[in-house]
């Protein structure tokens, strides 16, 4: 089940690794959408599910880490991480109502009509909605903040204008457009600046280290899902990972596969829950409204 709209860079991989993995476990594997919540109402179902295996769930980590209300901590609390798939940066990008083409014109536009410039995401409480609020609290100005439950609709009005600035992963879609020059790449959270857009500078570059982010996805199964079968998918999907070619595919867009066992995916996310929840906690970035 992936947690997000079809049309995204998590469907794309979520399918590409269905085929692999049906294989080499020997059950059918089919990929159902369960969208909503920045990811969490997908883990929701998950937690009620038969802890059996039979239902995976794939998702960034921001529901367990900072999600959008106190009630989908608790309720999302408990699912299994099974594995580490891919860590995307976020990219940042102009639309064709937004007048400026640097991150310096944002601002400037943003201080002139506070709460006037809308920033779209893929949802309350992901890594994109994550950035405009850091980026808003560093600058000390306003954003309207439009939430999608997805990339790929979210693609669409950006395209259109909609919306003056879209944070969202760096992924085929988004690059394609903005090579185009129908989108206007302004920044990008990540530790260098990515091949594909080299002139592009990160939001660390920009004076925006805190908000210098990217999201983290990987694999879920149920609350109490038996160790040895957990062990048996982490081997299996790292297996799937190489087998597709995953990392030549997202490293031509600037992203990383995150492979490992289950324990470093678990640090990864206690690490994060250590940095972006200790913020969440004390409302900085109002993913709590």
């Known amino acids: 089940m992936v947690a997000y709209p079809p049309g995204g860079i998590s469907d794309r991989v979520a399918r590409s690794l269905a085929e692999p993995l049906s294989a080499r476990m020997g059950v059918p594997v089919l990929v159902e959408y369960k969208p909503g919540a920045a990811g969490s109402l997908a883990l929701e179902q998950l937690t009620r599910h038969p802890a059996d295996g039979h239902l995976l769930v794939f998702s960034a980590i921001t529901p367990l880490v900072a999600p959008s209300s106190p009630h989908r901590a608790e309720a999302v609390r408990g699912v299994e991480p099974v594995a580490s798939v891919m860590e995307i940066p976020v990219l940042v ?49 306003e954003f309207q903040h439009v939430p999608y439950k997805g990339g790929g609709e979210q693609i669409q009005q950006a395209l259109s204008g909609q919306f003056e600035v879209l944070s969202t992963n760096l992924a085929p879609a988004p690059v394609k457009w903005v090579q185009a020059g129908r989108l206007n790449a302004l920044g990008v959270g990540a530790s260098s600046r990515p091949p594909v857009m080299p002139d592009v500078p990160t939001l660390a570059e920009l004076g925006f280290a805190g908000a210098n982010l990217s999201s983290i996805f990987g694999l879920f199964a149920a609350p109490g899902t038996p160790a040895v079968l957990l062990d048996r998918l982490n081997k299996e999907l790292n297996a799937a990972i190489v087998q597709i070619g995953l990392q030549q595919e997202l490293a031509s867009v600037g992203s990383l596969v995150r492979q490992g066992d289950r324990s470093s995916f678990a640090a990864v996310i206690a690490q994060e829950v250590r940095t972006l929840g200790s913020l969440n906690a004390a409302g900085r970035t109002g993913a709590t409204r």
Do not use: C, I
């Not at 506070?114 to 779209?120: I, K, L």
């Open 93 to 141: 990008v102009g639309t064709p109502a937004l007048t400026s083409r640097r991150f310096e014109g944002l601002l400037q536009q943003a201080r002139a009509t506070p709460g006037g410039v809308r920033w779209a995401s893929s949802g309350v409480g992901t890594t994109g909605h994550w950035v405009l609020e850091l980026v808003g609290q560093a600058a000390g100005v």
